[in-house]
T-cell receptor, first 112, second 114 residues
Framework: GESVGLHLPTLSVQEGDNSIINCAYS??????FIWYKQESGKGPQFIID?????DKRQGQRVTVLLNKTVKHLSLQIAATQPGDSAVYFC???????????FGKGTKLSVKP | DADVTQTPRNRITKTGKRIMLECSQT?????MYWYRQDPGLGLQLIYY???????NKGEISDGYSVSRQAQAKFSLSLESAIPNQTALYFC????FGAGADTQYFGPGTRLTVL
């Protein structure tokens, strides 16, 4: 079936290392993708987005890569900090009027 | 995000009770959403509204109803709460500009149905 999912449910990294969180999607019609960060007890917070006509987009310490050939999305966090510890969700939008479909999330733990 | 507020933040109720969760936004967005989040799962869309006169069912609307009282207000009701509606509920807003649809979330309401 159509789904947005994640390769790894948990990820533990050392402070200062780079983190890579992966997401697979199955609908080739999806045209827009977002990464959200959710800290404990809070609502999801927008991190970065990318349209399907792009394959890379950079923000502050974060980079999103989109590989439409294999329907894969990744979030790279540079120099991971303890404040980056959270659950990260990817979401896809299926068509310009479509709603967002969320993956189950990956928990990122940063070890000091 | 303080631009999207939800009340109450926590609620414990009993099976069969009617519950209303409120959402307000000061972002001036036309679109508003209600999601449910269960432990270890992603967000599931309950209802959404693209403007005051527009209400649409999401993927899990059974047992829920909504009201869009104004552009800034979108409430979610559980007409007769049941234990499997125990979850975190999030309201979100978006402004459909330039073909994008980034959603901004409120802090959530933790609902427990006994």
């Amino acid at each position: 079936g159509e789904s947005v999912g994640l390769h790894l449910p948990t990820l533990s990294v050392q402070e200062g290392d780079n983190s890579i969180i992966n997401c697979a999607y199955s609908n080739s019609a999806s045209d827009y993708f977002i990464w959200y960060k959710q800290e404990s007890g809070k609502g999801p917070q927008f991190i970065i987005d990318i349209r399907s006509n792009m394959d890379k987009r950079q923000g502050q310490r974060v980079t999103v890569l989109l590989n439409k050939t294999v329907k894969h999305l990744s979030l790279q966090i540079a120099a991971t900090q303890p404040g980056d510890s959270a659950v990260y969700f990817c979401a896809e939008r299926r068509g310009s009027q479509g709603n967002l479909i969320f993956g189950k999330g990956t928990k990122l733990s940063v070890k000091p | 995000d303080a631009d999207v507020t939800q009340t109450p933040r926590n609620r414990i109720t009993k099976t069969g009770k009617r519950i209303m969760l409120e959402c307000s936004q000061t972002k001036g967005h036309d679109r508003m959403y209600w999601y449910r989040q269960d432990p270890g799962l992603g967000l599931q869309l309950i209802y959404y509204s693209f403007d005051v006169k527009d209400i649409n069912k999401g993927e899990i609307s059974d047992g829920y109803s909504v009201s869009r009282q104004a552009q800034a207000k979108f409430s979610l009701s559980l007409e007769s709460a049941i234990p499997n509606q125990t979850a975190l509920y999030f309201c979100a807003t978006s402004d459909f500009g330039a073909g994008a649809d980034t959603q901004y979330f409120g802090p959530g309401t933790r609902l427990t149905v006994l």
